[in-house]
């Protein structure tokens, strides 16, 4: 097994079998909290829609948000973005009282492709992933972590996972997929 | 080739032979047969000796319920599992299979004298022999009764294999591939629903693999299986075989074992031994049929002495005769069409003994156009032989009165009472269970489950009836999940209908109390001993149970329930249903702990979290402790150090010069929104509303019961944004407590909280040389002692990267704690590193902290509180906002025991000599020499060697403690009592000097 620093270096970890794993690139990433009411503002603050339907996205550029919760939302942008937003929603923020709280750092993201991506998932991830639609996402967890779990393609998903715990659901994917290949 | 392999007869493959050893000795069977039947194909009955007798034992069945033939076997280094059901383990090239229980070996065994004193071993034995003299328990009869218990031997090596677990929805899940299971999987997968259909055995067919003869629909039955198969995958359902149904949780969980590699001879690598499955199913089909009861009586275990449909499943799936002359004992129809076949294939049936007096009558003309004598209405009253049968005795009963003997020479015994439907996995999800006075056996009744029984399971009898009942389920559960479904019908031919009655132990003319007539094979209990058990009180199955020990080895019972309840309920008198069954309990069959540890084990034991400085600490020698899920550098000893020696010298180095330490693991919360200092005012003790932003202070979190939960250093950043710190280990707690009360008591407040603990990497610099090492890194902020002064907090640069700069002390000295994003954490700390060797700079750990907070009397959550200690008690009532209308405990805090004399609080403790630790946990009491039990007035809860002090310091929780400054208290330890004088805290600068360079 590959050992894992806590550099995250991107790139493959796995590769060349039914499934790939891949650590991305750092971007910018933000929780988003804001009532009802601040909601179109501070959607339009940011560049994009705040959907209202737990584990519905939308996109708009380098910009992304997965609504998870009533009032909550995960946005990753590029990484030299958040200044801007920061900015933009600094100026909204008395007329529309939220919580943009910068976790960019907080988190990395992995990328698992391929014919046996779900079957990877379902390793560790009790949910039923045939239910998460195309295009959606949700909260969840991966061997007991908690985890952002993005459906991308029918066989392409994203996994957010908290840096300190990354090692284990990483190793995790790692001999799952050598046991997929066997 | 054996005389007994039938050639072209069964699903094994007669071109491929396999070899592997038994005890030794070198065995060819063929590919596609367990251990036991090929050892049968060789005619080798004799496999095991029972646990109790040490009694020579064959196989009794041919399925996992097999209680006899268990063995050790050996799949290479590190590879061996006892107790291998011999009927389960199918053979490979060069398989490795020991027998067990025997010594010196399986043909002559030493043991064996129990058998001889068999009286003595009577039920409850252990219970009565092991009594007395009590002392003896622990050294004498534990130590015995562990040695004695159990078959087989537990393997001694590290399990080198790997296990692997998976999660799986399924609209239905059918449990048994037999026609019931098949055809519910046909009914739900053609209903367009995701099916799951598992099975225990290498394929797919279940009862249909036994009974070739019969024809589904114009096709012979295994043809039938193989288009079912075909069809089920071809509309995406996924077919486990190998898979046993291991247990039935709650809303329909369900639990498989799927053994990948047992049957492989060179697995890959990669390839996990065996894959635990917990499912999730819309419904749950189980349709796992019925499993044969033995008849009870004399000597009905000897080898050769085999269930009937079991000898026919060796024979029509294997292509193995169980022995050339064969004598049939039977209360059900079933065992006459294992004569038939028997007999068709070339096995001298010597006679079918029916205990009822009236057989059918197309039985009756089977038996004749092939020559088998009937003997109905008999009874069977003794087997003889040593390590094989040799003879059957059996006695006409008439009117209840047992006639003239008869001896029946035979080679092999074939027996059938009846069959007992599998309703384990039933068991599990607490649905109850009713008689049924025809049958003699308990169905299933009220469920608690979405799921249905199809089949055998619930007492129908024949493929024709459970085929179609299957199918029925099949398309039910399809509709119970919204689907239209009508069941389709299967017309069966040459189907083997029939009924049979149910026995206590059989009828005899010899002296029952010496009859060794078992009910359970694998623990040894005869009839007798559940007859004895009744006799000395034991008037509840629970309790039968558990004296005899009958149902309560590795099979639980699934031969002996109904034969032991039918014998109990006899012995007092009741009807059974009176009497009751025992519960089963998961898992089905006997299962490894590999499948349950799954890839929990090594490396992946555990979720070890680590910091963004981790990999440094390890690279320069940390030595680490767990904290709550995180690993963290305890303390870096330098070559030959102890850790005394190191804290020691880390300690100096820190408050002489300068120290760095890693506190990225403190829990961070950030508090946002225009009620945010409303919100911290509610849940926290101290006030917020007038810290401006740019300034920190110690906040402290009590539950409402007014006891300490949490505390830490808060920073405001600005009027509607703090930051908040908690203990390492309390950071999810806290943040779902604060959750907690924000949703469900506040929600008209505008605040949200975000968990940061892993955006920031902290590192702490403490010691005098602090200010100078950092002042030349930092951007964008003035961090003079005046301009930045102790608990302020800004948003700056520290050596070119974001920051959020705290100045505030856990050491009692000059200290600034630099957040920066996680990612650049191990950078940050490499550029202190260096810049900070022109002062000696120390890297120190958690033990060090330790000792510098307790120097200064700073106390640490958890340890010196244990949930039950109050501010007050705490010494840090200053903290609490006492013009505050309201805090989170502020009510709790009034409650009359709180506000008690005489409740433990915390002091500090210096022991007389100025030279003895106390050790943490040690108790307290006020006079050495008051009589044992002594009262105990509190207890130490932290304690060190002081380098400041010079000398061990200590705190400790003392009832009424703050009122005995300056008094002896007194700690009786092994070696003697220790004294210890009653003092404030704080132990250096209790000024507070230091802090204000």
Redesign the interface.
Known sequence: ?TVL????TPGPLVSGGAVSVNLMA?IGRF?V?V?ESGRDALGAAIGLELPTRIGARTKNGNREVICLGP?EWLLQTGAGETADITAACAAI?AAT???????????ITAKIEGPAAI?LL???????I??IAVGDGCRTVI???SVILWRDGEASFRVDV????A??LL??LQ??S??L?? | MSSFRVPGRGRIDHQSPVEFSFDGKKITGVKGDTIASALLANGIHLMGRSFKYHRPRGPVSAGSEEPNALMGTRRGPGRFEPNTRATVQEIWHGLEATSQNRYPSLEFDIGAVNDRAYMLFSAGFYYKTFMWPKSFWDKVYEPFIRAAAGLGVSPTETDPDHYASRYLHTDVLVIGAGPAGLASALASARAGLRVTLVDENTEAGGTLLSEPQAVIDGSQAWDWVEKAVAELKSLGARVMTRTTAIGYYHQNMVALCEKLTDHLPAPAANMPRERMWRVRAGQVILAQGALEKPLVFDGNDRPGVMLAGSAQTYLNRYGVRVGNSAVIVTSHDSAWYAAFDLADAGTKIQAIVDTRANPDSTLLEGAKSRSIRVLAGYTATRTEGRLRVKSVRVNPVSNGKVGAPETLTCDCLLMSGGWTPSLHLFSHTKGSLAWDDEKQTFLPDRKTEDCEIAGAGRGLWGIGAAINDGAEMGALVARHLGRDAVAATYDVASDRPGTGISHKELPTDLNPGKARAFVDYQNDVTAKDLRLAVREGMHSIEHVKRYTTNGMATDQGKMSNINGLNIAADALGKPQPKVGLTTFRPPYTPTTFGAFVGYHKGDHFDVTRKTPIDSWAEENGAVFEPVSMWRRAWYFPKDGEDMDAAVSRECRATRASLGMFDASTLGKIEVVGPDAVEFMNRMYTNPWTKLAPGRTRYGLLLGDDGFIRDDGVIGRLSDDRFHVTTTTGGAARVLNMMEDYLQTEWPDLDVWLTSTTEQWATIALNGPNARKLLEPLVEGLDISADAFPHMSIAECKVAGLPARLFRVSFTGELGFEVNVPAAHGRELWEILWEAGQQYDICPYGTETMHVLRAEKGYIIVGQDTDGTVTPYDAGISWAIGKSKPDFVGKRGLERPDLVAKGRKQLVGLLSRDGKTKLEEGAQIVLDPNQPIPMKMVGHVTSSYHSDAAGRPIAFGLVEGGHDKMGDTIYIPMPEGVIEAEVTGTVFYDPEGARLKL
């Open positions: 097994m620093t806590h550099a995250f750092p929780s909290r009532r009032d923020y009282p939220h919580s943009l709280t910068d976790i960019s750092a907080r988190e079957d379902t390793i560790g991830c009790p949910r039923d045939d239910q061997d007991g972590i908290w840096r300190s715990f090692p284990h190793g995790l001999t799952g050598a046991e290949s066997a």
